[in-house]
């Protein structure tokens, strides 16, 4: 399984970007997607997650209502649109995926990672 992570750059405080992430190859079942950022510095930490198949998700509370994960039109495609953009959310933006029908948040519970983009926000 390759993923491809797009979309980042830089942006002023308070815009939007949209980030995709392209799954490619044999991917079987339900699974879940996963974004993740890491400033510099810092630990990577849990963005958001949408699980194939029911399309649950979750965010981390630094970031709802702010962002939206879903589903692309596209055939295993997901988007992280990310609005109200602080300083803060300056990182490297990694997509995930991890196989089943699961709800992970942790970096370690994903098995598959994408080259990551980087998003710098200017205050």
């Known amino acids: 399984v390759q993923l491809q992570a797009s979309g980042g750059g830089l942006v002023q405080a308070w815009g939007s970007l949209r980030l995709s992430c392209a799954a490619s190859?044999?991917?079987?079942?339900?699974?879940?997607v996963g974004w993740f950022r890491q400033a510099p510095g810092k630990e990577r930490e849990f963005v958001a997650r949408?699980?194939?198949?029911?399309?649950?998700?979750s965010y981390a509370d630094s970031v709802k209502g702010r962002f939206t994960i879903s589903r692309g039109s596209a055939e295993n495609t997901v988007y992280l649109q990310m609005n109200t953009l602080k300083a803060e959310d300056t990182a490297v933006y990694y997509c995930?995926?991890?196989?089943?029908?699961?709800?992970?948040?942790?970096?370690?519970?994903?098995?598959?990672w994408g080259q990551g983009t980087l998003v710098t926000v200017s205050s």
């Open positions: 995930a995926l991890r196989a089943g029908v699961v709800t992970p948040t942790k970096p370690e519970q994903y098995d598959y």
């Open positions: 190859g044999r991917i079987i079942g339900g699974y879940t």
């Open positions: 949408f699980t194939w198949y029911g399309g649950s998700t």
